[in-house]
């Protein structure tokens, strides 16, 4: 198979979705790309793909008969699954993957009302446990913030391996005070029977990603077939291949 993951939403090459495609070239990851505008369909899966990355597509993409067809190949099959956040990830603005089957899958317990988290302030993020995906990456020292988030509460089986924690900040004369909103997970991983399963409650792209997209000792820069070119952190970019390379579970 030339292809290993197929990465579906985040609008078009064009606009957001060339973000983390530019990620997956950059580290070697060949993928098939749909956009938000096109519907999912029950072939996709007969291309024997390691992971299904399901970033701002929403769950009216897909027929009752597809998510169960997902659910079975994840479950019984060993696909991995990635699903990152945004407006039409989760319950978001009208995505409704809490109405599926995707709350038997997803590592997460989704709410019934509008999940996304808007926050004006610094949302920090914090390693919560050592786990392979960030085994390289310097927590303990350096941490990149997200500019918002949807929430979501780990289920009792899952890891949350990263959180993001919401601050207000004031000013008085010249000196700044901040004060902890609250704390939520950020990125949780699990496993659906046989296939590895990831949520990441952010975006890769602006806004959501905010001041993460920059994160790193130096520079990167990729462009992926058909999409616009990224200069981004390294950091940033290991992140989301490890996420990727850990739910095709050594698969690539």
């Known amino acids: 198979m030339e292809k290993s993951i197929l990465y579906l939403g985040d609008t078009s090459l064009e606009i957001s979705a060339y973000y983390l495609a530019g990620v997956m070239q950059l580290s070697g990851i060949k993928f098939d790309y749909v956009s938000t505008s096109q519907p999912f369909s029950a072939d996709m899966l007969k291309k024997g793909y390691n992971v299904v990355i399901l970033s701002d597509y929403p769950a009216s993409k897909f027929t009752p008969e597809q998510l169960d067809l997902l659910k079975s190949s994840v479950s019984d099959g060993g ?83 990263l959180s993001v924690r919401r601050f207000s900040v004031a000013k008085a004369g010249n000196v700044f005070s901040f004060s902890a909103e609250s704390i939520n997970p950020l990125l949780v991983v699990g496993t659906c029977g046989r296939g590895h399963v990831a949520a990441f409650m952010s975006d890769a792209a602006p806004h959501w990603v905010g001041g993460l997209v920059d994160w790193g000792s130096k520079r990167v820069c990729a462009q992926a077939p058909g999409a616009e070119a990224i200069e981004v952190g390294n950091y940033y970019a290991t992140l989301f291949a490890n996420i990727i390379r850990w739910a095709a579970n050594d698969k690539l």
Request: proline share 7%.
């Open 79 to 161: 696909l991995g699954l990635v699903m990152i956040g945004g407006w039409e990830s989760f319950v978001g603005q009208n995505a409704n993957y809490n109405k599926t089957v995707m709350k038997d899958v997803l590592p997460v317990i989704m709410k019934d009302t509008d999940d996304r988290v808007n926050w004006f302030g610094p949302c920090i993020i914090e390693k919560t446990s050592e786990h392979p995906i960030i085994a390289s990456l310097p927590l303990d020292e350096q941490l990149p913030v997200v500019g918002g988030f949807n929430e979501v509460k780990a289920k009792p089986n899952a890891v949350t391996v």
